[in-house]
């Protein structure tokens, strides 16, 4: 809720958000909350002072930056599809691939919902689960899918982490 508008607004025609209040919104925001002030307290500084990069890691993931006590971009969006790899989740596509996959194979609004929320993310990379003990498993054993699963979901999470870094000007912690 603390966003600005550079961050939340999508470069889409400006009426779509006056009219439909398209934008990123973020999700987790209690749990993002409370750890960047716990690691303000564990660092023994006001958080008012500190840039924090905080990482909600679970089936559903999220990564947001905290510049002092505010937060001013997430990985999230107007959904939670977007962002790193999740279990199920596509994370960041092209959304003319989106369309271009829904043209060529006839996938309905509904269908595509299914497969970006339900289908996609470690789950569809891997074909094997969701969960991340079952691909570090298969991954040791040689799975390539696998682990092309973990490193795809490890980079982003890296990528993100940086890209709030640059604009934040610097981070004291990740969480």
Sequence with gaps: QTMPAKAFTYGLPYHYYEENRLRRYGFHGTSHFYVANRAAEILGRPIEELKIVTCHMGNGSSITAVDR???VDTSLGFSTVPGILMGTRAGDLDPVMILHLME?????????????????GVLGISGISSDLRDIEEAAATGNERAALALDMLCYGVRKYIGAYAAAMGGIDAVV
């Design 104 to 120: 060529q194979e006839g996938i309905t609004p509904k269908a595509m919902s299914h497969i970006l929320h339900k289908e996609s």
């Design 69 to 71: 006590g505010r937060s």
